[in-house]
């Protein structure tokens, strides 16, 4: 059963992810909901790369591994953001946009190799990196909240069409 989550999960996880950070920036969820989140995720992204060690060792899935183990300190940076641990030199919005836009443009690497690598699904991957992209400018370029769900929505539907398409083809 643990597997059969490690191997699904990012699928239900991922959208659930940007669905909560749009929702928030709608005013639909509250920000403290987004901070239990960010706790979470910084619990099961240790968990599934440790559980994953070995299984993600090559390959494209020694590529995600690095995005995850690059994304664990991006997510903790949001963690700290919440708890607005950073002092004068390092404001909590430096670390929330560290890890918002971290979150956002990770992922593009990870599509981006996946891509090259892959023949079955290399445009999901390839679409993967430009919602990634364009969807993080949407929202640096953002004139209100609205816009700016509407960029973290198109990160979010290009990073779950990769990740569903991982999920089902491989």
Same mark, same amino acid.
């Given at each position: 059963?643990?597997? +059969?989550?490690?191997?699904?999960?990012? &699928?239900? *996880?991922?959208?659930?992810?940007?669905?909560?950070? &749009?929702?928030? $920036?709608?005013?639909?969820? +509250? $920000?403290?909901?987004?901070?239990? %989140?960010? /706790?979470?995720?910084?619990?099961?992204?240790?968990?599934?790369?440790?559980? +994953?060690?070995?299984?993600? %060792? $090559?390959? =494209?899935?020694?590529?995600?591994? *690095?995005?995850?183990?690059?994304? #664990?300190?991006?997510?903790?940076? !949001?963690?700290?953001?919440?708890?607005?641990?950073?002092?004068?030199? =390092?404001?909590?919005?430096? *670390?929330?946009?560290?890890?918002?836009?971290?979150?956002? *443009?990770?992922?593009?690497?990870?599509?981006?190799? #996946?891509?090259?690598? /892959?023949?079955?699904? &290399?445009? @999901?991957?390839?679409? !993967? @990196?430009?919602?990634?992209?364009?969807?993080?400018?949407? =929202? %640096?370029?953002?004139?209100?909240?609205?816009? $700016?769900?509407? !960029?973290?929505?198109?990160?979010?539907?290009?990073?779950?069409? !990769?990740?569903?398409?991982?999920?089902?083809?491989?």
């Amino acid at each position: 059963m643990f597997r +059969s989550l490690r191997e699904n999960g990012p &699928a239900l *996880l991922v959208p659930a992810a940007w669905v909560v950070a &749009a929702a928030t $920036t709608l005013g639909v969820v +509250s $920000t403290r909901a987004l901070f239990v %989140a960010h /706790v979470v995720m910084s619990a099961l992204l240790v968990a599934f790369v440790v559980a +994953s060690w070995r299984d993600m %060792a $090559t390959g =494209v899935l020694r590529a995600w591994k *690095l995005v995850i183990l690059a994304g #664990t300190p991006v997510t903790l940076a !949001g963690v700290a953001g919440f708890l607005a641990l950073g002092g004068p030199e =390092v404001p909590p919005d430096a *670390l929330l946009a560290l890890s918002l836009y971290g979150w956002a *443009l990770l992922p593009a690497a990870g599509f981006a190799y #996946t891509g090259r690598r /892959v023949e079955a699904g &290399a445009r @999901v991957y390839d679409a !993967g @990196v430009a919602c990634c992209v364009a969807g993080a400018v949407a =929202v %640096a370029v953002a004139p209100s909240a609205t816009w $700016t769900a509407v !960029g973290l929505a198109v990160v979010g539907v290009g990073q779950t069409a !990769g990740i569903l398409d991982a999920t089902l083809r491989y």
